[in-house]
């Protein structure tokens, strides 16, 4: 069952806060992983590892690399539990 | 041989410690394993982790650490790094906080911390999800969590230090090792300061049953706090223990020109190995011996300059007598009366933790003029022919030239041996 935006927002944000220590609310939806929150891509992929199991999707390697920002992530993640 | 030795200062730069680190089963810092330490407590304790039980493990028991680890990092550096290393980091900050956060540059500053065995708890948790969930779920930081050296280069990082980080794997013997490493870069000129220690996190089911299909660890699983009793007649292996020492090493000029607090001198380090047997200490002791005249020597000091011993003394049947004959050896008459404590005793064996642990022990034991007890010791073995600290501290010499020996050994047939002098007192 497809969980809301905000939901799925908070648990990435989650996410990012227990890999790096960064506050939750830096994980706004316009943000740039890389760019903005200046997470390396060790990082980005634990990130995405946990986002499989938190969410119960599959986000393959081919499509993870083009998540660049939260939104991105958010909505693959809303379109993938559909 | 030592008679020859001329009594003078090493022609050398000479090594000070100027800051100490310690994570244990006895205490999360160094005062409080210290206080522990000498009022004889011990860190033993049962181990309350499922897999003991459901693999019906032959020990039941080990010195866990006394402050956990994740009750002092945050979660977002816990994550990321093997149980060894953050053992390695908290004492490392204790230890760089103590020595004043040294203004240093990055290429002036070298890092030295081994670990006998490595990322183990990565490696077995991780073998875990690769089983039960397949390999998508192992993270991408496994390698470096679980490589022997990741504790060495989180330090190199966490201080910046950029003159090279190390990671000398000697089993038991790599915490003193570390030391003696990290000594040699400022001898040789290549670092100011040095971060320099050992680490371990192996109480696992699978380092239990390896240790225990050895016959290496005690059985004692009714009364684990009296357990590890080195030197006792019916002593029957070591007790797992976990935890990491580090100490901040700067060479004398170096210290001084910052106005730093010496807390003590590595003076002298001697390492050999026996090429004997891969886990058998050679009986008679000859690499042990020679590790401890080579420190010595390079100490410009004499056996008569001991004052305290800081033993390896594990508990096991056959090693703890193969040290007292190569202390013998070593330190000939000089020996009597010299305050040996078996402190593994009271903080079980840390592996590649314990050497630098007992380094700090000995820095502490020459800072305050008490050498620690050895607890458990009900009746002597009569082959122990050592005047041990039995119980209670003892009152030792701190007069200038006064040198504790510690000495650490490992399965591969390793032996570390550290002189060390006090605040107070050089051999130089």
């Known amino acids: 069952m497809a969980q809301s935006e905000n939901e799925i927002l908070d648990g990435i944000a989650e996410l990012v806060n227990e890999e790096t220590g960064l506050p939750k609310e830096s994980v706004e939806m316009d943000k740039s992983f890389t760019d903005d929150l200046d997470i390396d891509s060790l990082s980005m992929t634990s990130i995405v590892v946990h986002a499989e199991e938190k969410f119960g999707v599959t986000i393959p390697d081919e499509d993870s690399k083009n998540l660049r920002t939260v939104r991105d992530v958010v909505a693959y993640i809303q379109q993938a539990q559909g | ?428």
């Open chain 2, 1 to 428: 041989m030592s008679e020859q030795t001329p009594r003078s200062a090493p022609a050398s730069t000479a090594v000070v410690v100027t800051g100490m680190g310690a994570t244990t089963p006895l205490g999360g810092d160094v005062p409080s394993t210290w206080e522990a330490a000498l009022a004889g407590r011990s860190g033993a304790r049962p181990l309350t982790m499922p897999f003991v039980e459901e693999l019906g493990l032959p020990v039941t028991f080990g010195g866990t650490l006394a402050v956990p680890a994740t009750d002092v990092l945050p979660k977002h550096e816990s994550k990321k790094l093997d149980p060894s290393a953050q053992y390695a980091l908290i004492a490392g900050r204790e230890a760089w906080a103590q020595a004043g956060a040294p203004e240093v540059e990055g290429e002036r500053l070298g890092v030295v911390v081994a670990t006998g065995i490595g990322g183990v708890t990565t490696l077995i948790s991780a073998y875990d999800v690769l089983r039960e969930k397949g390999p998508r779920r192992v993270l991408p930081l496994t390698v470096p969590m679980l490589m022997p050296n990741g504790a060495a280069g989180a330090l190199a990082i966490e201080f910046g230090a950029q003159a090279g980080a190390h990671s000398p794997a000697s089993a038991c013997a790599s915490g003193a090792e570390a030391i003696a490493y990290g000594a040699e870069m400022i001898r040789t000129g290549r670092a100011d300061v040095v971060i320099a220690g050992g680490t371990e996190a192996a109480i696992l089911a699978l380092p239990i049953a390896a240790f225990a299909s050895m016959h290496a660890l005690s059985l004692r699983n009714d009364t684990p706090e009296t357990a590890s009793r080195p030197y006792d007649v019916t002593r029957d292996g070591f007790v797992l223990a976990e935890g990491a020492g580090v100490v901040v090493l700067e060479s004398e000029a170096h210290a001084t020109a910052r106005g730093a607090r010496v807390l003590g001198t590595i003076a002298g380090a001697g390492i050999t190995s026996d090429a004997h047997h891969i886990a058998a200490p050679d009986p008679a002791g000859l690499g042990a011996t020679r590790a401890m005249r080579a420190a010595l020597q390079q100490a410009g000091a004499q056996p008569s300059d001991v004052v305290h011993v800081n033993a390896h003394a594990t508990s096991t049947p056959v090693g703890d007598l193969a040290e007292v004959a190569a202390l013998r050896s070593a330190l000939g008459g000089a020996l009597d009366g010299v305050a040996v404590s078996a402190t593994k005793s009271m903080t079980g064996h840390l592996l590649g933790g314990a050497g630098s642990l007992e380094a700090i022990f000995c820095l502490k034991a020459l800072e305050e003029g008490l050498a620690p007890p050895t607890i458990n010791v009900t009746e002597l073995d009569p082959q122990v022919d050592l005047d041990v600290v039995l119980d209670e501290p003892r009152k030792i010499s701190t007069g200038s030239g006064a040198l504790a020996l510690n000495n650490s050994f490992g399965f591969g047939g390793h032996n570390a041996a550290l002189a060390i002098a006090g605040p107070t007192g050089s051999a130089a």
